[in-house]
């Protein structure tokens, strides 16, 4: 009678004490449970150690399916949403048809050089490595007596389709775009570029998430000192994981602090991925992103846009134009139209009519902040807002934004006029990130002038252009080629040049070869 009464409190202790236990990794997991991580020659130890690490029986998803092939007790343990069953199928049918006489003294040896029907096929004796395996959509196989299991790689991901990235649409150009399958990325770009010297490392980042990452580069061309720093870099992060993706890893090796302005481009189309590697450039791939990371990167480099490199040298150069007037409005049109609304005497006499017949019920830094939020509200609006009802959202705003609150008296038709310039050239900006950074520095200046006035503009300018100088990319100058100035390299972003004219990579990236174009023999022989 006292036995049984002991049985339920001694059940409730270890559940008490396997609810209590930690650990940073699978290998302390695995060493906890049976005391070494050496994949165990007992099926049914190993199932225990699953139970206690993976949850193999209360997690409807990993499945260890236990048969009897060749004579021999086997157990197939798997994800079952990354199995791929017509693989799988094909490999058990394989093993069960074989007989007894066909198999040898070595059953693992047998099973992995002769008769699984596989390409990808390895054998792993540490069972914290198998299960990391698995976890990551493979399959292993362990079989009764042998200190070692068979790892296949079987595994689907769910996956969309390539299309067209809706931030860097072009008129004319591909229309695929990354996904969030780190294998078809890759590929992708590999479609693009079939050069021999095209690497790509991969590390796993993350305690629990173990992601991962990708480092590409063509080797020949790029700076090997900035690969090593990268890939040390993320080597070297000691961090829970990152579900977030691209974003947590920006932030944990480059982008640390509190500055707004970005130090990696992102790209989502394989086309600028492929070109950037072509010029020596970094690209960093992350499993389950859609987005890639380009380094190191400038300031000028974030203004440009792939429709430049798709119409004719001349258009290209007008589109390009365009577009940095559009950013140059999104930062200093409003802060220079408040500047001679303030001080009047500033104004040139080609400008008179600049400036507000009426005032309005608000100061005016009061109109520009209210329009500012409301700006960014809609944008937030029209991100969670379901397709259907976003042109019924927009026509709201129309209406009490632009209509009622300027009748009302609220705000003047000046201010809604330059902050609805002011916020296409922020949309017209190719880089999403930088336009968020010019959004917050237009703000700052906004409120220098409102206060200090010719001294506010001029001394907030002079700082923005100190940060962007201080601020390095990889121990680059982030205003290059304006700070330090390189006349050519200032040409080429000021003017988009046919393709034989550029004959050199930017020497911003360091590269070990900069030379684009084969030297002319003609050329050679004169």
């Given at each position: 009678?006292?036995?049984?009464?002991?049985?339920?409190?001694?059940?409730?202790?270890?559940?008490?004490?396997?609810?209590?236990?930690?650990?940073?990794?699978?290998?302390?997991?695995?060493?906890?449970?049976?005391?070494?991580?050496?994949?165990?020659?007992?099926?049914?130890?190993?199932?225990?150690?699953?139970?206690?690490?993976?949850?193999?029986?209360?997690?409807?998803?990993?499945?260890?399916?236990?048969?009897?092939?060749?004579?021999?007790?086997?157990?197939?343990?798997?994800?079952?949403?990354?199995?791929?069953?017509?693989?799988?199928?094909?490999?058990?049918?394989?093993?069960?048809?074989?007989?007894?006489?066909?198999?040898?003294?070595?059953?693992?040896?047998?099973?992995?050089?002769?008769?699984?029907?596989?390409?990808?096929?390895?054998?792993?004796?540490?069972?914290?490595?198998?299960?990391?395996?698995?976890?990551?959509?493979?399959?292993?196989?362990?079989?009764?007596?042998?200190?070692?299991?068979?790892?296949?790689?079987?595994?689907?991901?769910?996956?969309?389709?390539?299309?067209?990235?809706?931030?860097?649409?072009?008129?004319?150009?591909?229309?695929?775009?990354?996904?969030?399958?780190?294998?078809?990325?890759?590929?992708?770009?590999?479609?693009?570029?079939?050069?021999?010297?095209?690497?790509?490392?991969?590390?796993?980042?993350?305690?629990?998430?173990?992601?991962?990452?990708?480092?590409?580069?063509?080797?020949?061309?790029?700076?090997?000192?900035?690969?090593?720093?990268?890939?040390?870099?993320?080597?070297?992060?000691?961090?829970?994981?990152?579900?977030?993706?691209?974003?947590?890893?920006?932030?944990?090796?480059?982008?640390?602090?509190?500055?707004?302005?970005?130090?990696?481009?992102?790209?989502?189309?394989?086309?600028?991925?492929?070109?950037?590697?072509?010029?020596?450039?970094?690209?960093?791939?992350?499993?389950?992103?859609?987005?890639?990371?380009?380094?190191?990167?400038?300031?000028?480099?974030?203004?440009?846009?792939?429709?430049?490199?798709?119409?004719?040298?001349?258009?290209?150069?007008?589109?390009?134009?365009?577009?940095f007037i559009g950013i140059f409005a999104s930062m200093f049109l409003l802060p220079l139209w408040m500047l001679m609304v303030i001080?009047?005497?500033?104004?040139?006499?080609?400008?008179?009519?600049?400036?507000?017949?009426?005032?309005?019920?608000?100061?005016?830094?009061?109109?520009?902040?209210?329009?500012?939020?409301?700006?960014?509200?809609?944008?937030?609006?029209?991100?969670?807002?379901?397709?259907?009802?976003?042109?019924?959202?927009?026509?709201?705003?129309?209406?009490?934004?632009?209509?009622?609150?300027?009748?009302?008296?609220?705000?003047?038709?000046?201010?809604?006029?330059?902050?609805?310039?002011?916020?296409?050239?922020?949309?017209?900006?190719?880089?999403?990130?930088?336009?968020?950074?010019?959004?917050?520095?237009?703000?700052?200046?906004?409120?220098?002038?409102?206060?200090?006035?010719?001294?506010?503009?001029?001394?907030?300018?002079?700082?923005?252009?100190?940060?962007?100088?201080?601020?390095?990319?990889?121990?680059?100058?982030?205003?290059?080629?304006?700070?330090?100035?390189?006349?050519?390299?200032?040409?080429?972003?000021?003017?988009?040049?046919?393709?034989?004219?550029?004959?050199?990579?930017?020497?911003?990236?360091?590269?070990?070869?900069?030379?684009?174009?084969?030297?002319?023999?003609?050329?050679?022989?004169?």
């Amino acid at each position: 009678m006292s036995t049984g009464e002991e049985q339920p409190a001694q059940d409730k202790s270890l559940e008490k004490k396997q609810e209590a236990e930690s650990s940073d990794s699978v290998e302390e997991s695995v060493i906890y449970w049976q005391q070494t991580d050496d994949v165990s020659d007992s099926i049914e130890r190993t199932k225990a150690t699953l139970q206690e690490v993976v949850g193999l029986g209360s997690s409807f998803d990993i499945v260890f399916r236990e048969m009897i092939l060749v004579g021999h007790k086997t157990g197939l343990f798997f994800v079952n949403g990354f199995a791929k069953d017509n693989i799988m199928l094909e490999i058990l049918k394989r093993l069960t048809y074989l007989s007894a006489d066909q198999l040898s003294t070595d059953a693992l040896r047998s099973f992995f050089q002769c008769y699984i029907p596989h390409i990808q096929v390895e054998v792993d004796k540490k069972l914290s490595s198998t299960i990391n395996k698995v976890l990551m959509g493979m399959s292993a196989l362990f079989i009764d007596g042998e200190q070692a299991a068979i790892v296949m790689d079987t595994r689907t991901f769910p996956v969309r389709s390539p299309e067209e990235p809706s931030i860097e649409r072009v008129v004319r150009g591909a229309r695929d775009g990354f996904t969030e399958t780190l294998l078809s990325n890759i590929a992708l770009v590999r479609r693009r570029v079939r050069d021999p010297g095209l690497k790509a490392d991969l590390v796993q980042v993350g305690r629990r998430t173990r992601t991962d990452v990708c480092i590409a580069y063509i080797d020949d061309i790029v700076d090997k000192v900035q690969v090593d720093s990268i890939r040390e870099k993320i080597k070297g992060l000691d961090i829970e994981g990152l579900p977030l993706a691209d974003k947590q890893l920006e932030e944990a090796i480059i982008n640390k602090g509190w500055h707004p302005y970005p130090l990696v481009r992102y790209s989502e189309r394989p086309d600028v991925v492929a070109a950037h590697l072509l010029e020596g450039r970094v690209a960093v791939f992350v499993d389950t992103s859609p987005s890639v990371m380009l380094m190191p990167t400038t300031f000028f480099d974030l203004c440009q846009h792939a429709e430049e490199n798709r119409q004719t040298a001349f258009m290209g150069t007008y589109l390009r134009w365009v577009r940095f007037i559009g950013i140059f409005a999104s930062m200093f049109l409003l802060p220079l139209w408040m500047l001679m609304v303030i001080d009047p005497g500033l104004r040139p006499p080609f400008l008179d009519f600049i400036g507000p017949h009426e005032q309005g019920k608000i100061p005016l830094i009061a109109q520009f902040l209210l329009i500012e939020f409301g700006v960014d509200l809609l944008r937030l609006a029209a991100v969670h807002t379901p397709t259907p009802l976003a042109s019924a959202m927009g026509l709201i705003a129309a209406i009490l934004v632009g209509d009622i609150a300027v009748k009302s008296g609220l705000f003047i038709n000046e201010v809604v006029l330059y902050m609805a310039v002011a916020a296409i050239g922020m949309f017209a900006t190719p880089s999403y990130e930088l336009g968020l950074a010019n959004r917050l520095i237009r703000l700052v200046l906004l409120a220098a002038v409102a206060i200090f006035k010719v001294q506010g503009f001029v001394v907030g300018t002079t700082l923005l252009i100190l940060l962007l100088t201080l601020h390095r990319s990889y121990n680059s100058s982030y205003l290059w080629p304006f700070i330090p100035f390189n006349t050519k390299a200032m040409a080429g972003f000021l003017f988009r040049f046919p393709v034989l004219e550029t004959k050199k990579r930017p020497s911003f990236n360091k590269t070990r070869d900069n030379t684009r174009m084969a030297p002319n023999p003609d050329n050679n022989e004169q």
